[in-house]
């Protein structure tokens, strides 16, 4: 069983920056696949980001790609999206999920309760 807690959404302006955290609990974390996904008003969650447990293999959606970088430190069980020239677009409910796979919702297992990202223009 793994737990996430995700933190660090917040309002910002368009062109500005947020990094999000996800804090895992339970064990092997570091066996897992770790990604990120956002889901928006009335659109189905989509997939933003994921890193594998191993080398650290990273893969990101073409939307953020560029922009945005994840990364894990598994010492402290810890996931990051690091979120650069922030859009409009990339206003989302953001949520951590880990599990064994890359890029549909059904490839992971536990998924965070989510985090807020608001963008202004």
């Known amino acids: 069983q793994v737990q996430l807690v995700e933190s660090g959404g917040g309002l910002v302006q368009a062109g500005g920056s947020l990094r999000l955290s996800c804090a895992a609990s339970g064990r092997t974390f570091s066996r897992y696949v770790m990604g990120w996904f956002r889901q928006a008003p009335g659109k189905e969650r989509e997939f933003v980001a994921a890193?594998?447990?191993?080398?650290?293999?990273?893969y990101y959606s073409d939307s953020v790609k560029g922009r945005f970088t994840i990364s894990r430190d598994n010492a402290k069980n810890t996931v990051y999206l690091q979120m650069n020239s922030l859009k409009p677009e990339d206003t989302a409910v953001y949520y951590c999920?880990?599990?064994?796979?890359?890029?549909?919702?059904?490839?992971?297992?536990?998924w965070g309760q989510g985090t807020q990202v608001t963008v202004s223009s």
């Open positions: 890193i594998s447990w191993g080398r650290g293999r990273t």
């Open positions: 999920a880990a599990g064994s796979g890359w890029y549909g919702t059904n490839d992971y297992d536990y």
